[in-house]
C-alpha cells in the first residue's frame, strides 16, 4: 500500500502537470472550420465547429452549463486564424480538464494541493537581503494579506528566509470548508489560475473581486520587475508573459464566476419553489 506522502507527492505531481498543459494533448492543426457556433442540448450549451458538436480530447461531446461560457468558448475558437493555437485557448482547456478529468481526480485531491500550495504561496515570502525590496512588498502586499485574514478570519504568518511560514489547522479547516464549497470545473480551474500566479491568496483575491487580474499578476510578479527595472528588460518578452499570465486567470475567472452564478441562481430558484 502506498504511503500518505508518496500519494500526495504523486497527487501534486499529476495537479501540477494537469495546470501546465490544462490537460491538453493536441497536435498543431490547421483551422479547417469556418464558424463556431453554439447549440443549446436541454440543459445543457454545446459549441460546434461548422454544425459538427466539438469533442473532448477523450471523444466526449463538449459541453458546458451556461449560454455565455459556451459564446466566449466560440468566440475563442473563432479567434483562430490560419493555425490553431491550443496553448491559448485556456477556456477550452479548462473545459477539457474538467470534463476527461485525465488525472481522474475529486475536490478533495484539488483542495488537499491548494492548502499545501498555501505555504509556498509568493506573497508570503518577504526579503531578507533588500530593504528596498521588502518595504515594495510590504507596500503592495500588506494590503492583500490584510483583505485575506479578514475576508476568512484568520491570521496567517510571513516568511523572511527561506523556511515556509507555518499554516495553522484552523486556517487550513476554513479554507478547505471554502474550497469544497465550489464544484470540481471551479475548483480545477482555481488550481490553474493558482499555478499561474504561484499564489492562492492571490486567485482568492481575483474570486472575491478584490484584485483584477492584471493587478494580480503585477503582484504575484513583483521580485522580478523590481529586478527588471535594476537590470533592464527584453522590451517584448517579459510583457507577452504578463499578457499570457493574465489570460489564465481571467479565463479561470470565467470558470469560476459561470459556476457561481449558476449555482446561486439554482439555490433562488429552489427557494422561491419551496
Not at 180 to 190: C, I, R, T
Not at 196 to 203: D, Q, R, V
Not at 228 to 249: D, I, Y
Request: contains cysteine; aromatic residues 8%.
Amino acid at each position: 500500500m502506498l504511503s500518505t506522502k508518496f500519494q500526495r507527492q504523486f497527487l501534486l505531481s499529476i495537479l501540477s502537470k494537469q495546470s501546465q498543459n490544462g490537460g491538453r494533448n493536441y497536435a498543431t492543426a490547421k483551422r479547417f472550420y469556418r464558424r463556431a457556433d453554439i447549440v443549446q442540448n436541454e440543459n445543457k450549451w454545446e459549441v460546434t465547429l461548422d454544425h459538427r458538436r466539438l469533442k473532448t480530447p477523450n471523444g466526449l461531446v463538449f459541453n458546458v452549463n451556461t449560454e455565455g461560457l459556451a459564446r466566449a468558448i466560440a468566440a475563442e475558437w473563432d479567434a483562430q486564424h490560419d493555425g490553431i493555437s491550443q496553448p491559448s485557448m485556456h477556456l477550452t482547456a479548462l473545459c477539457n480538464t474538467a470534463l476527461d478529468n485525465p488525472g481522474k481526480l475529486n475536490k478533495h485531491d484539488i483542495a488537499i494541493h491548494l492548502l499545501e500550495y498555501l505555504a509556498t504561496d509568493t506573497v508570503l515570502f518577504f526579503s531578507d537581503e533588500e530593504e528596498e525590496l521588502r518595504l515594495l512588498q510590504e507596500q503592495k502586499w500588506g494590503p492583500v494579506l490584510e483583505w485575506f485574514e479578514k475576508r476568512f478570519n484568520i491570521k496567517q504568518e510571513v516568511s523572511r528566509d527561506f523556511q515556509p511560514p507555518p499554516v495553522t489547522s484552523e486556517t487550513r479547516a476554513v479554507l478547505a470548508r471554502h474550497f469544497l464549497s465550489y464544484d470540481f470545473p471551479a475548483l480545477n480551474a482555481m488550481n490553474f489560475g493558482t499555478e499561474a500566479l504561484k499564489s492562492p491568496i492571490l486567485m482568492l483575491a481575483c474570486v472575491d473581486r478584490f484584485l483584477q487580474p492584471k493587478e494580480a499578476v503585477m503582484l504575484a510578479r513583483l521580485e522580478e520587475e523590481y529586478q527588471l527595472q535594476r537590470w533592464g528588460r527584453v522590451p517584448w518578452a517579459h510583457e507577452l508573459n504578463q499578457v499570457e499570465l493574465t489570460s489564465r486567470v481571467a479565463a479561470s475567472l470565467l470558470i469560476i464566476q459561470n459556476s457561481t452564478e449558476l449555482h446561486t441562481e439554482k439555490a433562488k430558484k429552489k427557494a422561491e419553489e419551496s
